[in-house]
C-alpha cells in the first residue's frame, strides 16, 4: 500500500511557474514508478511526467517537454514537478500516482490504468 499527498497548487499568471510536490509513504518498492497527471472538466485524465524512481528515466508528454521537468528524490520518495512558462491550457487538476509494476519503457507509461495509488489532486489555474 502507498500512500501520496500533494502540495503546491494554486493559481498563477501565464508565463509564470509553480512548482507541486508529492510525498509518497507506506510499502515502497524499489521499482517504484512516480508521475504527474492532470484532468480537466470532461475529458480524460492525461500523463504529464512520469519518472522510474530507482534510476531516474523520465517520459515527458509532449505537452511538458521543454516546459516542465520533474525532479525525484529515491530515499525520501518524493516526486516534484517544476512547471515553468505557464499557459492557460495548463490549468487542471493535478494528480500524482504511484505504482510498483514493471514497465516498458515507452507512451504507457502516461496511461493512468497503469497506475494504483493515487493522491488526492491538487489545482493548478493559470490566468491571462
Known amino acids: 500500500q502507498v500512500q501520496l499527498v500533494e502540495s503546491g497548487g494554486g493559481s498563477v499568471q501565464t508565463g509564470g511557474s509553480l512548482t507541486l510536490s508529492c510525498v509518497a509513504s507506506g510499502s515502497l518498492d524499489r521499482n517504484l514508478y512516480m508521475g504527474w497527471f492532470r484532468q480537466t472538466p470532461g475529458n480524460e485524465r492525461e500523463g504529464v511526467i512520469v519518472i522510474q524512481m530507482r534510476t531516474g528515466l523520465t517520459y515527458f508528454a509532449d505537452s511538458a517537454k521543454g516546459r516542465f521537468t520533474a525532479i525525484r528524490n529515491e530515499v525520501k520518495g518524493t516526486l516534484e514537478l517544476v512547471m515553468s512558462r505557464l499557459k492557460p491550457e495548463d490549468t487542471a487538476m493535478y494528480y500524482c500516482?504511484?505504482?510498483?509494476?514493471?514497465?516498458?519503457?515507452?507512451?504507457?507509461?502516461?496511461?493512468?490504468?497503469?497506475?494504483?495509488?493515487w493522491g488526492q489532486g491538487t489545482q493548478v489555474t493559470v490566468s491571462t
Open positions: 500516482a504511484a505504482d510498483t509494476t514493471v514497465k516498458e519503457y515507452g507512451s504507457r507509461w502516461l496511461a493512468p490504468s497503469e497506475y494504483n495509488y
